[in-house]
């Protein structure tokens, strides 16, 4: 079975600075799909960044980046220039495209302060 | 605002009551998956339907059932509530390709904001 694990229940920031978030799964699979998912204080599952497993260039979406290391099985979030907004929960989730299978498998999420 | 809607936002009832969650999925998209959000648990994956068809099945309660309409909107029933029961449901959508395949962003899964239910 796929896991995902992030080893840091809580991380913090000063603001402008920059901050990166681990992530690490488990999968036998070699095409799969990965996501970094934003929970704010709201509770809304926001998307923030994905990437696919059979692209070597790693995702950027504005001031959020990822670092992809398939032998590794290793998916960290860089945030940068860190805003007040950015603070919330983040969750790294894994996907597989087969039928029948699309579920998001999450990792237990990593809290994210940003620091005035 | 993610275009899928979930209704009610809270929900309190007691043990051994039936509740039903409402969701509303992305126009156009096919696919409605449905994840339980608890303290312990984390983000679990109950269930997923794919224009009007159970597609996927998770680790869902016997107690717990749902189903997608054929306007594509689709229910959670939770029936003989328990306390551990209390959670954040989400449901989520994709338009989901209808085959297997390489990812072509179009299998996104976009979330609900939630229905909290509280058991008492």
């Known amino acids: 079975a796929q896991t995902v694990t992030q080893s840091q229940p809580e991380m913090s920031v000063q603001e402008a600075e920059t901050v990166t978030l681990s992530c690490t799964y488990d999968t036998s699979e070699s095409d799969y799909y990965l996501f970094w998912y934003k929970q704010p204080p709201s509770r809304q599952m926001i998307l923030v960044i994905r990437q696919e497993a059979y692209k070597q260039q790693n995702a950027t979406e504005n001031r959020f980046s990822v670092n992809f290391q398939k032998a590794a099985k290793s998916f960290s979030l860089k945030i940068s220039d860190s805003q007040l907004g950015d603070a919330a929960m983040y969750f790294c989730?894994?996907?597989?495209?087969?039928?029948?299978?699309?579920?998001?498998?999450f990792g237990t999420g990593t809290r994210l302060t940003i620091i005035p | 605002d993610s275009g899928v809607t979930q209704t009610p936002k809270h929900l309190i009832t007691a043990t051994g009551q039936r509740v039903t969650l409402r969701c509303s999925p992305r126009s156009g998209d096919l696919s409605v998956y449905w994840y339980q959000q608890s303290l312990d648990q984390g983000l679990q994956f109950l269930i997923q339907y794919y224009n009007g068809e159970e597609r996927a099945k998770g680790n869902i309660l016997e107690r717990f059932s749902a189903q997608q309409f054929p306007d594509l909107h689709s229910e959670l029933n939770l029936s003989s509530l328990e306390l551990g029961d209390s959670a954040l449901y989400f449901c989520?959508?994709?338009?989901?390709?209808?085959?297997?395949?390489?990812?072509?962003?179009?299998?996104?899964?976009?979330f609900g904001p939630g229905t909290r239910l509280t058991v008492l």
């Open positions: 989730a894994y996907r597989v495209p087969n039928f029948g299978n699309e579920k998001l498998t």
């Open positions: 989520a959508s994709s338009q989901d390709t209808g085959t297997s395949g390489r990812f072509r962003g179009t299998d996104t899964q976009y």
